[in-house]
T-cell receptor, first 113, second 116 residues
Framework: GDSVTQMEGPVTLSEEAFLTINCTYT??????LFWYVQYPGEGLQLLLK?????DKGSNKGFEATYRKETTSFHLEKGSVQVSDSAVYFC????????????FGSGTRLQVQP | DTGVSQNPRHKITKRGQNVTFRCDPI?????LYWYRQTLGQGPEFLTY????????KSRLLSDRFSAERPKGSFSTLEIQRTEQGDSAMYLC??????????????FGPGTRLTVL
């Protein structure tokens, strides 16, 4: 079945540091890939997505590239801010037509001033 | 529109009791999804509706769980004879049907269930 594996957290960085959160997946067909973010006390929000191989999703300074050859969708940001502190979830929607999202276990990011 | 809403936000119940949660999706969205999230884990899919039709159910949705979306608008999730293992955050999401599998799902704030 479909699965998503994320690096374990928490990830603790200083402000303006470079961020990478690794995400790899196993899926049937050609999935769409997503990063969702959950800020403290808030619901899940879509951060970015990519629907086919080599697509790059980007939003709010975050980027992720859909790499079919390595089955990866790593999240990156060049300079994190304290306000980026949140839990980040990698997810996929299977290429078989299923509508459900399959999520990773989440990575908590803590950015210190 | 204020997004997906869920009620109640918190529910504490005793083992063996029945509970019902409600989800109101974004008004023009015809797909509605239920997920369950336990502490330290990502959400797990339970079921989804397109309009009033329940099109997919996860193996996680035991016989004690039932979901409805009677008029294709709001949805309810009922858990009968609750067990302590049902304690979790129950999330609802909605999306448009067009656009294929890349369609964004918009999530509500969740209902946190605690079974004593």
């Amino acid at each position: 079945g479909d699965s998503v594996t994320q690096m374990e957290g928490p990830v603790t960085l200083s402000e303006e540091a470079f961020l990478t959160i690794n995400c790899t997946y196993t899926a049937t067909g050609y999935p769409s890939l997503f990063w969702y973010v959950q800020y403290p006390g808030e619901g899940l929000q879509l951060l970015l997505k990519a629907t086919k191989a080599d697509d790059k999703g980007s939003n709010k300074g975050f980027e992720a590239t859909y790499r079919k050859e390595t089955t990866s969708f790593h999240l990156e940001k060049g300079s994190v801010q304290v306000s980026d502190s949140a839990v980040y979830f990698c997810a996929l929607s299977s290429g078989t037509g299923r509508r459900a999202l399959t999520f990773g276990s989440g990575t908590r990011l803590q950015v210190q001033p | 529109d204020t997004g997906v809403s869920q009620n109640p936000r918190h529910k504490i119940t005793k083992r063996g009791q029945n509970v019902t949660f409600r989800c109101d999706p974004i008004s023009e969205h015809n797909r509605l999804y239920w997920y369950r999230q336990t502490l330290g884990q990502g959400p797990e899919f339970l079921t989804y509706f397109q309009n009033e039709a329940q099109l997919e159910k996860s193996r996680l949705l035991s016989d004690r769980f039932s979901a409805e979306r009677p008029k294709g608008s709001f949805s309810t999730l009922e858990i009968q004879r609750t067990e302590q293992g049902d304690s979790a955050m129950y999330l609802c999401a909605s999306s448009l049907a067009s656009g294929g599998v890349g369609n964004e799902q918009f999530f509500g704030p969740g209902t946190r269930l605690t079974v004593l």
